[in-house]
């Protein structure tokens, strides 16, 4: 079974441009989560979709990031314009469904977009 | 929001020695998830923890789900030096619809 696929690996930009990263979760997996992990920090939930609607968005800085899940299965995940402090790791993660009993739960990553804003 | 305080932040170990790292919370977790994260790769899903007290092993590792379902530990026994990366609690707390929350990690060495 195919795991989390992201492209780009990794993305210098300056700031104020814009850039954009692409996810496909894992095969039949109805639940997707992007997260932003900045260095010597765990990860932090940005946007999770139940298929393709928003279940969760409230940490997502919606004046400059967004994201879409158009067709319930891959999504992107757009900063515009950029700034310094976005530079972080972007990780991609999907799980069979949120909030089912137990191992629906559990979230498998993808390898991750490493973003530097110069 | 909720917050894990996970512990050690870093350790230093010799090949062949067993390590043992927790998490903590103020809040009830009603699951814990531990994974490792390799440098430049996402994080790896190792042990998934639902009910309070259960103890789960993967191979070498241990994990634990805290009786007071405010805590977990991980061990790892006889280390080798692929173990090196960061390890990661994170887990759900009891609320409802609510995301996963993460610790801040510990990152472990293996001097061989």
């Known amino acids: 079974e195919a795991g989390v696929a992201q492209s780009p690996r990794y993305k210098i930009i300056e700031k104020r441009q814009s850039v954009a990263f692409w996810c496909n979760p894992i095969s039949g997996h109805a639940t997707l989560y992007w997260y932003q992990q900045i260095l010597g920090q765990g990860p932090k939930l940005l946007i999770q979709f139940q298929n393709n609607g928003v279940v969760d968005d409230s940490q997502l800085p919606k004046d400059r990031f967004s994201a879409e899940r158009l067709k319930g299965v891959d999504s992107t995940l757009k900063i515009q314009p950029a700034k310094l402090e976005d530079s972080a790791v972007y990780l991609c993660?999907?799980?069979?469904?949120?909030?089912?009993?137990?191992?629906?739960?559990?979230?498998?990553f993808g390898p991750g977009t490493r973003l530097t804003v110069l | 929001g909720q917050q894990l305080n996970q512990s050690p932040q870093s350790m230093f170990i010799q090949e062949g020695e067993d390590v043992s790292m927790n998490c903590t919370s103020s809040?009830?977790?009603?699951?814990w998830l531990w994974y490792k994260q390799d440098p430049g790769e996402g994080p790896v899903l190792l042990i998934a923890l639902y009910k309070a007290g259960e103890l789960t092993s993967n191979g070498r590792l241990t994990a634990q789900f805290g009786i007071t379902r405010k805590d977990s530990f991980l061990n790892i026994s006889a280390s080798i030096p692929s173990d090196v990366g960061i390890y990661f609690c994170a887990g759900f707390y009891r609320s409802g619809n609510t995301p996963l929350v993460f610790g801040k990690g510990t990152r472990l060495s293996v001097i061989a």
């Open positions: 809040s009830i977790f009603n699951t």
């Open positions: 993660a999907s799980s069979r469904r949120a909030n089912y009993p137990s191992s629906y739960n559990e979230q498998f």
